[in-house]
């Protein structure tokens, strides 16, 4: 059973435009929400995090919108860049054991 | 601080054969945890620790043993590798206050053949 469901697999995005990923989970103790940034060869990177008190978390560039009611949250990232082509991971934690639990990725491409 | 790290960063071990991945931190965090990344599957995890002397299965604990005797470290054993344990490691640490965002080791990429 996936805990939490991540959506595309795959995006292709031109130079300058959004990258939007989806995230929707089930457990509704979980009260921390990060993505997680990750380049080839390399372990995942935290990128930005959310908890379920606030709607929308920005810095620079990548923006987490949270919909508690919906149990989903997303990750944009806007002016994308051709720097930004990695995977990106959204994970979730919380309740009485706090394991972090993760999507299955998405992989991002920015063509120039 | 050298952060979360992990040895070695390639093996290949025969079915039946047993072996031990290291993981150490040097952040005094006191949660660690051993999670695997398969293709089209993400990250599961595997076993975590919220401290020393403290550890619990995850999702995919099966075949894999854990100890934390020390804040420090957190070796994973394989007891006897099967090809289906061939996968890409990771150790992971946070701090137990506050700040949820874990460090993540550069992996261990295992082949079992």
């Known amino acids: 059973q996936q805990q939490v469901k991540q959506s595309p697999q795959s995006l292709i995005v031109q130079k300058g435009g959004i990258s939007i990923i989806n995230c929707a989970y089930e457990?509704?103790?979980?009260?921390?929400f990060p993505w997680y940034q990750q380049f080839p060869g390399k372990g995942p990177a935290l990128l930005i995090a959310?908890?379920?008190?606030?709607s929308e978390k920005k810095e620079g560039r990548f923006t987490i919108s949270f919909n508690k009611s919906a149990k989903q949250f997303s990750l944009h990232i806007m002016d994308s860049q051709p720097g930004d082509s990695a995977t990106y991971f959204c994970?979730?934690?919380?309740?009485?054991?706090?394991?972090?639990?993760f999507g299955t990725g998405t992989l991002l491409a920015v063509q120039p | 601080n050298a952060g979360v790290t992990q040895t070695p960063k390639f093996q290949v071990l025969k079915t039946g054969q047993s072996m031990t991945l290291q993981c150490a931190q040097d952040?005094?965090?006191?949660?660690m945890s051993w999670y695997r990344q398969d293709p089209g599957m993400g990250l599961r995890l595997i076993h975590y620790?919220?401290?020393?002397?403290?550890?619990d299965q995850g999702e995919v604990p099966n075949g894999y043993n854990v100890s934390r005797s020390t804040t420090e470290d957190f070796p994973l054993r394989l007891l006897s590798a099967a090809p289906s344990q061939t996968s890409v490691y990771f150790c992971?640490?946070?701090?137990?206050?506050?700040?949820?965002?874990?460090?993540f080791g550069s992996g261990t990429r295992l082949t079992v053949v």
């Open positions: 992971a640490s946070r701090t137990g206050r506050g700040n949820y965002g874990y460090t």
């Open positions: 457990n509704t103790a979980f009260d921390y």
């Open positions: 959310i908890r379920p008190d606030v």
């Open positions: 994970a979730a934690s919380g309740g009485a054991t706090n394991k972090l639990i």
């Open positions: 952040m005094n965090h006191e949660y």
């Open positions: 620790s919220v401290g020393a002397g403290i550890t």
